[in-house]
């Protein structure tokens, strides 16, 4: 892939995004997900079977997470220093849980890849899935919408991933008692400057090159899982608008009826596939996620209790359990969306009924769409409870 190849799909989504939002009449190319993959492939992130005959991006893949087990290492080591300092010590530990869950995350995502391929194509398909009767507008304002909503977010959390690695990285050349981005120790002292230039400046380089790569990996592969669940949401809008529009559609032609209430039902099970596929495939993500935000509002709350005389400090671990807090927040809501459109999908196929209208055919599907529609789809993993707000906030009081 050429470098302006790379440009192109790295710049995809916003180019898209720009394009439908000054024409009011187009009709987004892709799903967000679809414009998400290209971006980690631009950045050798994305390793499916295609790229992996790649020796170069096989390389770098290797290498990249070779560099993550060292940091991780001489973050650990550095914790044993940290030991008589709990500010610092909390410091530590915090960013350890973090590089963590990165690994645990890269390894996870290589292991799903080609399964995250096929849901990818999936949505694809429901995304080009044909729209009739009245709702046209209507279905073109949701599928801007469920573009224009990622591409901010993608974009604002770019900025502020950058902003964050920019201030890190500009640390040591303010703060006279700090000589690397991040504490870590190595053995030998290798860390020290004064001892090892060269050594102190790889280790710099690398701090810098782990920092900026793996927060910029974390909001492609969440925008990435999050885009999935809000499109088969916008899938689900879609659904509605037409089962409630149906009849209108349809007039008097009780076999256009009888081939329209086949279609978006077999609309719905696929939209019922992809949610249970996609709650399979990130379950061991969903896990960790959910244990992680909880060690990091835990440890966040003790350590500012303990240094609770120590605005600064203070106000650093606050910032830290708003982030987590935060993240945790944006999931339930996605979690609230689905479940609810998912429900609502009940309402518009009983408002879709008449009794006079359709052969018996017509009004089994419709009682099929109904009661499969009364167990909610929701985000969740296997042994956890669903992402919700209400969950979301029963964890906080606890």
């Known amino acids: 892939m050429t470098l302006k190849e790379n440009v192109k799909n790295l710049l995809g989504i916003f180019i898209e995004a720009s394009i439908v939002l000054k024409d009011p009449q187009r009709t987004p190319s892709h799903t967000v997900a679809y414009f998400d993959r290209a971006q980690m492939k631009a950045f050798g992130f994305y390793m499916n079977s295609e790229e992996r005959c790649k020796p170069f991006l096989l390389a770098w ?21 940290s030991l008589n300092d709990i500010v610092l010590f909390g410091r530590d530990l915090a960013f350890i849980i973090a590089i963590f869950f990165e690994i645990f995350k890269m390894i996870h995502f290589s292991i799903h890849v080609e399964e995250i391929d096929k849901l990818i194509n999936g949505l694809e398909r429901c995304f080009s899935w044909e729209t009739k009767g009245p709702v046209r507008n209507e279905v073109l304002s949701i599928k801007r919408w469920h573009l224009l909503l990622p591409a901010g977010v993608m974009g604002s959390w770019l900025f502020l991933v950058i902003t964050f690695t920019l201030i890190m990285l500009s640390t040591p050349f303010w703060v006279e008692s700090q000589k690397l981005p991040f504490h870590v120790a190595y053995p030998f002292d290798l860390h020290n400057p004064s001892k090892h230039p060269i050594a102190h400046a790889l280790i710099f380089a690398s701090q810098g090159c782990i920092t900026f790569y793996s927060l910029i990996w974390i909001v492609f592969a969440d925008v990435l899982a999050g885009s999935i669940f809000f499109e088969l949401t916008s899938d689900l809008k879609i659904l509605c608008l037409q089962l409630r529009f149906m009849n209108r559609y349809c007039d008097s032609d009780d076999l256009m009826l009888d081939k329209e209430i086949n279609r978006l039902a077999l609309f719905h099970q696929q939209i019922i596939r992809l949610v249970d596929r996609s709650n399979e495939i990130f379950n061991g993500a ?3 996620q959910l244990m992680v935000i909880f060690l990091l509002i835990s440890l966040s709350g003790f350590e500012a209790m303990v240094s609770r005389h120590d605005h600064e400090v203070v106000a650093e671990y606050l910032v830290l359990m708003v982030m987590a807090l935060s993240h945790l927040s944006c999931w339930s809501k996605f979690g609230d969306l689905l479940t609810q459109e998912s429900l609502e999908v009940a309402v518009a196929a009983y408002d879709a009924y008449e009794p006079t209208r359709g052969n018996k055919s017509v009004h089994q599907r419709l009682g099929l769409i109904i009661l499969r529609a009364q167990k909610p789809l929701s985000i969740k993993s296997k042994i956890l409870p669903p992402f919700t707000l209400v969950n979301n906030l029963a ?3 606890r």
């Open 395 to 397: 964890v906080n009081i």
């Open 61 to 81: 893949n290797y290498f990249f997470m070779f560099q993550m087990m060292m940091n991780m290492a001489s973050f650990t080591y550095g914790l044993f220093e």
């Open 286 to 288: 969903f896990t960790m």
